[in-house]
Nanobody, 115 residues
């Protein structure tokens, strides 16, 4: 089992940038690591996912603006978010999925994009 703690959320103006971090309690090497987001009344949606040795996958809405990366030595996953707009406002959750398709979730960090 792995525990995940997100950080880096906050208030940013449209066009701005934020970097989210997800620190895991143990090794993430064998996990697919992802970022999801959710707004009130909507389902949680995939933002980006990264597997060791593979090309990351992104939602169409964030392609070219967000970058997911992982540092297995630090057991940490990052989400660099650029050119933020109001539609990016959401609670962002870190996810770890193991080879048995068991999912682990963090508690989330709020990103608010507003003037």
């Amino acid at each position: 089992q792995v525990q995940l703690v997100e950080s880096g959320g906050g208030l940013v103006q449209p066009g701005g940038s934020l970097r989210l971090s997800c620190a895991a309690s143990g090794s993430i090497f064998s996990y697919a690591m992802g970022w999801y987001r959710q707004t009130p009344g909507k389902q949680r949606e995939l933002v980006a996912v990264i597997i060791s040795g593979a090309v990351p996958t992104y939602a169409d809405s964030v392609k070219g603006r967000f970058t997911i990366s992982r540092d297995n030595a630090k057991n940490t996953v990052y989400l660099q978010m650029n050119s933020l707009n109001t539609e990016d406002t959401a609670v962002y959750y870190c996810n770890a999925r193991n080879y048995n398709a068991i999912n682990y979730w963090g508690k989330g960090t709020l990103v608010t994009v507003s003037v």
